[in-house]
């Protein structure tokens, strides 16, 4: 039966993702609600060959929807996904208010999509952190075939996961590059021709809140609570995709063959061997890339990768729509 869907966050980068990946191939959709702030009141967004007006969040507004899709932060989240899930919704979350919930469903389908089904009931439903989906889905068939012992991660991630406002800094600054001072506004600091350490707010451990995202989100997708994984997170002026750079140490030697056979074999995942994935190339592909697979010099269980994917699409909204392909389809 084609499917009514409610879009919160529907005029930002991820909104704007979902919508062409519907537009791309999902089932048919019956309705598109589209939810924005009053600025955006009077935007169509256009679906399927029909205009569908931007409409404000309001009581009752989710009234008759099948499932609604949330990309406008937390605190939106926070307030109104219960919502969707009272009117008879599923609400599939891409913010970090509900994540870390013991009674929520933290989900990548390819990883642990057997936690839904087409006999769930509405229920808030976790999209997790962007760097941590390309993670897991590498993960995954290193863990199932050979155990993971730790996991250290170094990401590089692009402008594009601060939402629009980072992208149009990148830019600005890109074509404004000999002006002497560039006042940054969605990083700390200039992002042009400049690595910056800081993604999110720093905790007295001295992480990162993206850091913790990564640390505390992958051991519950793996369903292995107390995994070990170190996180060091960086932006970098990349427009679109993350990088990450993976050490992991598993629980027995294995030849390369093997490591390159596991990950070449697993749903969602393209091994680039010979040559390597860049942000560049694989931003718009629906894939994690993996690519630089190698044995570590010292500790002969430990496996370094370089995993590369667009963030919008199998980072956020991508994520999204195959986690309602669970429960629909
Ligand atoms: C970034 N990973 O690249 C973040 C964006 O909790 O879903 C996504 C934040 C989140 O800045």
Same mark, same amino acid.
């Given at each position: ?114 936690? /839904? +089904? ?6 808030? *439903?976790?999209?997790? %952190? ?6 897991? =889905?590498? &993960? ?86 107390? /995994? +070990? ?6 932006? *970098?002026?990349?427009? %679109? ?6 050490? =992991?140490? &598993? ?79």
């Amino acid at each position: 039966r084609p499917l009514k869907v409610g879009l919160v966050g529907a005029t930002g980068v991820v909104g704007e993702t979902f919508i062409n990946i519907l537009e791309e191939y999902a089932q048919p959709i019956a309705e598109l609600r589209p939810f924005a702030s009053q600025n955006s009141l009077g935007l169509n967004i256009e679906l399927a060959g029909k205009q569908w007006p931007v409409q404000v969040l309001k009581p009752n507004c989710f009234d008759g929807l099948d499932m609604v899709f949330f990309s406008s932060g937390d605190d939106i989240s926070r307030e109104w996904a219960p919502e969707a899930v009272k009117a008879g919704a599923f609400a599939v979350d891409n913010s970090n208010a509900f994540r870390m919930d013991q009674d929520i469903h933290l989900v990548v389908p390819e990883v642990n999509g057997h936690l /839904l +089904n087409a006999d769930s009931k509405p229920q808030v *439903i976790a999209n997790p %952190n962007c760097s941590t989906i390309q993670l897991v =889905v590498a &993960l995954k068939p290193l863990l199932d075939k050979f155990g993971i012992e730790n996991v250290t991660v170094a990401t590089y991630q692009a402008v594009s996961g601060a939402g629009l406002p980072g992208y149009e800094e990148l830019l600005n600054q890109t074509k404004n590059f000999q002006q002497p001072d560039h006042e940054p506004k969605a990083f700390s600091k200039q992002i042009l021709f400049n690595c910056i350490p800081q993604i999110g707010s720093f905790g007295e451990d001295g992480f990162s809140s993206e850091e913790a995202k990564i640390m505390s989100e992958t051991p519950k997708i793996l369903g292995v609570k107390d /995994l +070990n994984v170190s996180a060091f997170t960086v932006r *970098i002026p990349a427009l %679109n995709s993350h990088s990450e750079a993976v050490w =992991v140490t &598993l629980n027995k030697e294995v030849a390369k063959e093997d490591v390159v056979n596991a990950l070449g074999n697993f749903e969602g995942i393209a091994v680039m061997d010979q040559d390597f994935p860049t942000a560049l190339e694989v931003s718009g592909e629906e894939p994690v890339f993996v690519g630089r697979i190698h044995q570590d010099r010292h500790n002969k269980k430990r496996w370094l990768m370089w995993v590369v994917s667009d963030n919008l699409k199998k980072g956020a909204a991508l994520n999204g729509l195959q986690i309602a392909e669970r429960l629909f389809c």
